[in-house]
């Protein structure tokens, strides 16, 4: 693993590896990138080899610690058997002077040879024989001798028959234990004999010979635990079994130990071989589980692989979004900010900040009151802001005075919407805020420059009625002049006064007076400047007074008014001298329309009535009517169809029935000539 991290790292290796290296600075990154994206299925395939060399270690070890299991117990089984003869042979030398001491054997001489002839020793016949080689006795008894006396002896033919004679010639020249070669008595089954020369002081007594079974030391001196584990079979020279000790059970063929059986030899051979086990399923569920989570973590690296692919993509995908965010956040004007619940600024933009003067971190974490928030109307936003984060923002937008940084006053327009989070949950409020402190001082300029238009076009109006106004108070002054004249005559004549005269001749003079105070009161309330007083008013009453203020320059104009006021026409919010206003210029543009027409033709009809949810004022000429072109551009500024118009009527007219949130529409006059409609919601709105 160091070379192969290294390899990238190493430049001796880059020529050869990457042979555009010299021409390409950027090939050894994309190498190193290379080798980072196998890196992880080069570590997984080493994790997986030392998985499998551990398993396999460690089924090796395991068996290398069953063959040494097997080892050591087989020299353990020696060692036993090798004890076990080594203590029979001693038992047979000291017991052997007693056998040749007397013909007959003594009650203690027969149990000491009862004893060794049990099972614990492993022999099954003992026998003494002279130093010539005949038999003195045996124990057990031999068949064909019982019935006779202790002490016959036998041929030396018969001794040989039952005792190798090179065993006991061996034993009694060497003067040590001597075992013979195995053989297997007709009916029995295979023995080996140990050969003890008996000796005294003085000279040898004879030889002591032990029989044993070969099966029954093979069965009886091996312990139970060592049948359990191991089949334990005695081979002579030609391989050919000669006893065994076994249970049905299957061998293993791999753990087997042969040794030769020294003592007795003589081409005897012991082979042990292990039992196999049973099926150890804990390994076997253990190997499986490794090779499933090697399976599953094969797997999961591929699916993680693959996973990772497509976060590389998503997140490539998520940067290219942010900075395409980014870039058009940077670029927006309108400020944008988003809240928590509890009114805390979690998020201002660029555009934000600059409009407030503030920087990100400066706002950011601050809960209310604000600093961009305006000292002087503290409460009021406030109080905006509680509204805000219970109910949200107007749809069309809140108002609100701010304050920059710098101190200077900010007006801004606020649209708040309810900011969701991932999981579908209200997590706060995001607002937009726009500044509309130069719209405001625009719009407010306007309106005054409107103001100061609408003035000017009711002194227009007045400067064009001025003549007829003059004839209009000259008869009131003329008449209020000609009774005071009368009163004054009738008071230097001599004759009685009559006071009932004079009663009613000043009456006149008041009548007359109080006519030329309306003129002049209804004159400069039509001129006067003042702001829009938006009250509730009868629409009738100001319809009234406009149609007072025109009634002379109908006259002269040879026009006649008709007017109809509804009775039960509700009252609507305005300002009167501007309502006042759009009635005198359309009666005025309904008289202009009607010079060509006769003079018995020439009649206006001014009336109110309710439409709906409107009140409507309608006042209808029998004129030529309005052309299409002229249609299409009515409302424009600067645009009449008056030699001597400014063009400017009609766009105030309408101006004003926007401000009012109402509508000034036209249509044809089924008489002839055109109806001009002014309509004025009835229900009470603040502007």
Request: a negative charge.
């Amino acid at each position: 693993m160091r070379d192969i991290r290294k390899g990238p790292k190493d430049p001796s290796h880059e020529p050869r590896t990457h042979p555009m290296n010299d021409a390409s600075p950027g090939a050894p990154l994309h190498t190193r990138r290379q080798w980072l994206q196998y890196l992880p299925y080069l570590s997984l395939t080493l994790f997986l080899a030392a998985i499998a060399a551990l398993v396999w270690l460690t089924r090796a070890h395991d068996a290398d610690e069953q063959r040494t299991t097997l080892i050591n117990d087989v020299l353990w089984m020696e060692q036993n058997l090798r004890f076990h003869l080594d203590r029979n042979e001693i038992h047979l030398r000291e017991i052997g002077p007693e056998l040749f001491a007397a013909r007959e054997l003594s009650a203690q001489t027969e149990a000491r040879l009862a004893a060794l002839l049990g099972q614990e020793f492993g022999l099954v016949r003992i026998l003494w024989l002279s130093p010539e080689g005949e038999l003195l006795g045996t124990m057990p008894p031999l068949a064909h001798e019982r019935g006779v006396e202790t002490g016959n002896a036998l041929t030396a033919a018969d001794a040989r028959s039952l005792a190798r004679e090179a065993a006991f010639r061996l034993a009694s020249s060497i003067g040590r234990p001597v075992y013979g070669a195995h053989y297997t008595p007709p009916g029995e089954q295979p023995h080996f004999e140990v050969h003890v020369p008996a000796w005294t002081d003085e000279a040898q007594l004879g030889v002591v010979i032990g029989v044993y079974s070969l099966s029954d030391l093979v069965v009886r001196e091996l312990p139970w635990w060592f049948s359990e584990r191991y089949r334990v079979a005695v081979l002579d020279a030609d391989g050919k079994e000669v006893a065994a000790k076994s249970k049905v059970a299957p061998l293993s063929a791999s753990l087997a130990y042969t040794m030769p059986f020294d003592p007795p030899g003589h081409g005897l051979v012991l082979q042990i071989t292990a039992y196999k086990s049973d099926t150890r399923w804990v390994p076997i569920l253990l190997g499986a589980s490794i090779l499933l989570l090697a399976v599953i973590i094969v797997w999961s690296v591929t699916q993680l692989r693959r996973q990772l692919a497509r976060r590389q993509q998503a997140e490539l995908a998520l940067r290219a979004e942010s900075a395409f965010r980014k870039a058009m956040e940077d670029s927006m004007l309108t400020g944008m900010r988003a809240r928590d619940l509890d009114g805390r600024l979690s998020y201002v933009n660029s555009a934000f900040c600059r409009m407030t003067g503030y920087a990100p971190d400066e706002l950011v974490g601050r809960s209310p009151p604000m600093p961009y928030w305006d000292p002087e109307h503290l409460d009021q936003t406030l109080e905006l802001h509680r509204q805000i984060m219970t109910s949200g923002s107007d749809p069309e937008g809140t108002e609100v005075r701010l304050r920059r940084k710098n101190g200077e006053a900010l007006d801004a327009l606020v649209f708040e919407a309810p900011l969701i989070d991932a999981s579908g949950r209200h997590a706060g409020w995001m607002g937009s805020v726009l500044d509309i402190t130069e719209q405001k001082r625009a719009r407010e300029q306007a309106r005054q420059q409107e103001e100061r238009l609408q003035q000017s076009s009711r002194l227009i109006t007045m400067g064009e009625m001025a003549s007829t106004l003059a004839h209009e108070l000259n008869q009131p002054l003329a008449a209020i002049a000609s009774y005071n004249s009368g009163c004054i005559n009738r008071l230097e004549d001599t004759r009685p006064i009559d006071r009932q005269e004079l009663l009613d001749i000043h009456g006149r003079i008041a009548r007359q007076a109080r006519r030329a105070g309306e003129i002049i009161r209804r004159v400069h309330d039509f001129v006067r400047r003042s702001e829009p007083q938006l009250a509730p008013l009868d629409l009738n009453t100001v319809v009234g007074d406009a149609v007072g203020l025109i009634e002379a320059d109908a006259r002269k104009r040879h026009t006649r008014l008709r007017v109809q006021l509804s009775p039960d026409l509700p009252q609507v919010t305005a300002d009167a001298v501007m309502i006042e206003q759009i009635v005198v210029n359309l009666v005025r543009n309904a008289m202009d329309a009607m010079r060509t027409t006769a003079h018995d033709k020439r009649v206006v009809d001014v009336s109110t009535r309710l439409d709906g949810r409107f009140a409507t004022v309608s006042v209808a000429d029998r004129g030529a009517g309005i052309g299409e072109e002229a249609a299409a551009r009515l409302f424009e500024p600067f645009f009449t169809t008056k030699q001597e118009g400014m063009g400017m009527g009609l766009n105030i007219c309408r101006s004003i029935a926007e401000l009012h949130r109402g509508r000034l529409s036209f249509g044809d006059n089924p008489e002839g000539g055109t109806i001009f409609t002014l309509s004025l919601p009835v229900e009470t709105e603040s502007a």
